[in-house]
């Protein structure tokens, strides 16, 4: 783990500082903290005066966090093993009930998805886990084992948009008559021979099991689930004038928040900053391949 963190930069840091704006005596509630990247750019401009309140369910991923942002005074900085979805229990924790700025970067950490074991990636051979909490009951390898090849499908057409999500589920579950599918290289060999002589059904660079492990990331952490808990929570937490930030790396999750958005906006609760949502600039997509699919919408609260 203490290998990828070198290599771990954060999305977006510019638009993010132009549009949340942070600045000295503001408290921060960073629900993806991660490895730190976009805390260690964001709390000194919150100092003197400031709190900066990080959670994350990867305990590595606190570890590190910690040691990068280094020692502060006391109640500076509080880091929680935790949901963002649960963020009031941190706030209330941390001795807060409100905050000035809430951000939320959606997309996996470069460590997560090069390490292994995590089992995130179908280009590294491991372990199906997928789970960002390793605490959690439920690993990718119980879903692609247990459940029917209807149930399969759905789930990779709902979470990962897969066209082609019956044809994949009746592949997987022709290897599952064989032996359990364990790994991610196993269930990647089960997605690309769905497509075994159809050319035209791939378009563009995308493997085609790109989808497919998105749609089990996304089940198995219920990742859209805690977002809308999360939206619908935030409102209350947000001090008049304070701003909320959410980078999302996929359509479903864009969606969300663009609905959410809207609502507010009818509603008058909140003004949004970003019309259209802000993409890497063309420097950034060619230094860090993976903000290519990185949209941050920020709105105001009124």
Do not use: W
């Amino acid at each position: 783990m203490a290998d990828a963190r070198p290599e771990h930069v954060p999305v977006l840091v510019e638009p993010i500082l132009r549009l949340l704006d942070p600045h000295p005596g503001q408290t921060v509630f960073d629900g993806t903290v991660g490895l730190g990247g976009h805390a260690a750019a964001i709390l000194p401009r919150v100092l003197p005066g400031g709190q900066y309140i990080g959670v994350d369910l990867d305990d590595a991923m606190l570890a590190i966090a910690r040691e990068r942002l280094g020692p502060q005074d006391a109640g500076v900085l509080r880091l929680f093993k935790a949901n963002y979805a649960d963020f009031p229990v941190c706030l209330q924790e941390a001795g807060t009930e409100a905050v000035d700025l809430m951000l939320l970067d959606l997309g996996v950490n470069s460590a997560q998805l090069e390490d292994p074991s995590r089992g995130f990636s179908f280009e590294r051979d491991g372990p199906l886990d997928m789970r960002f909490d390793r605490d959690a009951p439920e690993t990718a390898l119980d879903l692609v084992n247990r459940l029917s090849e209807r149930e399969l499908a759905d789930l990779f057409y709902q979470f990962g948009q897969e066209g082609a999500s019956r044809k994949i589920a009746r592949k997987i579950c022709e290897y599952r008559r064989n032996a359990r599918i364990r790994s991610t290289s196993l269930l990647a060999r089960a997605v690309e021979a769905a497509f075994t002589g159809s050319r035209g059904a791939r378009r563009g660079r995308l493997h085609p099991a790109t989808r497919v492990f998105q749609a089990l990331r996304v089940a198995i952490n219920h990742e859209l689930d805690n977002l809308e808990t999360f939206l619908a929570k935030a409102p209350d937490f947000l001090r008049p004038g304070g701003r909320l930030a959410v980078i999302s790396f996929h359509s479903l999750e864009d969606g969300l928040v663009k609905r959410f958005l809207r609502e507010m906006r009818s509603a008058g609760t909140f003004r949004e900053l970003t019309k259209r949502p802000v993409v890497a600039a063309e420097e950034e997509r060619r230094r860090n391949p993976r903000s290519r699919s990185a949209k941050l919408r920020v709105a105001e609260r009124l």
